[in-house]
């Protein structure tokens, strides 16, 4: 497709979205045998089970709130996202948020609240989380600002309402950088893809707080770009175990441990793979290879999607698939919305 076509936005929406409703069914699974993996999905085909409903966890609830606060504003208010995020979790808490962002949430719906990233730095002592609830939501960025500077900018600042160690906003800023190169066609040619992120990422890690909290968690000096060096190792190899992707990159909550993967899975499933379904194309590959690794399977799964969807677009996206997923004909119509954002935005409107 064309680059920023209409199809490639609704393709990420949509993906994100069915990687988080059909990833949830085995997130925090140590082991998921592909087998498992692959009966789970096609159940989703199955014409005589009428109505599934998989239901959309936190990944999606706060994507929404994400797309419906920049729709609405034409941009980014942190007042209004704050605003919908605590919203959002008093009408639903049990989305399955992590343990420690619920305390943020709460805080976030008082009226008397002045600095609405105060709740997030008070977080783990003073530290700020590093999870990766940040990057779950950051793909929305990506989709309403066509120029690279304003989705690192945004997608940190929306990040940082809840997470505001760099090593969590930071891994919102990769995940929302890959959705925008891959919205552009960069994945048609992979090794500058990850180049790209990786000269991207030497840059945003080279600031003072991000440089102290990667010394402060005893990481490499710029962790991301470190663990994107790896990505780029793994894939020029013919054969990968799924438990060598997951002792070096990481299956975890932690978005360190977790946006690089989602990449990896994107870059991984660019071409069929022998223990996939001959019938799958990339967007289901992608999908499928993400809950294979366990862990946060709905998280990788959800943000793996947003990057596959915006290369493969919406035609790869199986309906019988989003049939059974709790908010993906929703998604679909708030793509095209961001679709006409974004080109109002590109226009300088
Ligand atoms: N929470 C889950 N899944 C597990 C429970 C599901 C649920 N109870 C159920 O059974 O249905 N999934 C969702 O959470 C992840 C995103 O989490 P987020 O928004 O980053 O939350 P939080 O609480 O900020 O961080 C997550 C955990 O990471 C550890 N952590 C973070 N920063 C830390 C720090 N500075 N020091 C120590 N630990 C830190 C804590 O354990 C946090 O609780 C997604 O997977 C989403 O799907
Ligand atoms: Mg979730
Ligand atoms: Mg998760």
Request: proline share 4%.
């Amino acid at each position: 497709g064309t680059p920023a076509s209409m199809s490639r936005f609704r393709g990420a929406l949509v993906a994100a979205v069915l990687g988080d409703c059909v990833g949830g069914e085995f997130e925090g699974a140590e082991e998921v045998p592909m087998e498992t993996v692959l009966q789970h999905l096609s159940g989703l085909e199955d014409e005589t089970k009428g109505n599934c409903v998989l239901e959309y966890s936190d990944d999606t609830a706060m994507t929404r709130c994400v797309v419906q606060s920049l729709l609405n504003r034409s941009g980014y208010d942190e007042q209004d996202l704050a605003r919908r995020f605590a919203k959002e979790y008093s009408a639903s808490p049990g989305r399955g948020y992590g343990s420690g962002v619920i305390q943020v949430l709460k805080k976030l719906a008082s009226p008397q609240l002045v600095d609405v990233y105060q709740p997030a730095r008070d977080q783990f002592n003073g530290r700020g989380s590093f999870g990766n609830g940040g990057a779950m939501r950051a793909a929305p960025f990506a989709l309403a600002f066509p120029k690279l500077p304003d989705v690192k900018q945004f997608a940190r600042l929306g990040a940082m309402l809840t997470h505001s160690c760099s090593l969590g906003y930071n891994g919102a800023v990769l995940q929302a950088l890959a959705v925008h190169l891959s919205l552009q066609g960069a994945l048609s040619l992979p090794q500058q893809f990850i180049s790209r992120l990786i000269t991207e990422m030497e840059e945003v890690e080279g600031e003072e707080e991000a440089l102290r909290d990667a010394r402060i968690l005893k990481e490499a000096e710029k962790p991301f770009s470190e663990r994107l060096h790896r990505v780029r190792d793994l894939m020029d190899r013919n054969k990968v175990s799924i438990e060598e992707v997951i002792s070096e990159l990481g299956n975890g909550i932690a978005a360190l441990h977790s946006v690089p993967t989602a990449i990896f899975c994107v870059l991984h499933c660019l071409q069929p793979r022998d223990y996939l379904p001959e019938n799958y194309g990339g967007l289901e590959r992608t999908i499928a290879y993400s809950l294979a690794l366990g862990g946060d399977t709905d998280t990788i799964a959800c943000m793996a999607g947003a990057i596959a969807g915006a290369h493969y677009g919406i035609e790869a996206v199986p309906q019988r698939w989003m049939r059974c997923c709790e908010g993906a004909e929703d998604a679909d119509m708030n793509a095209a919305r961001l679709h006409a954002l974004y080109h109002q935005t590109s226009q300088g409107g």
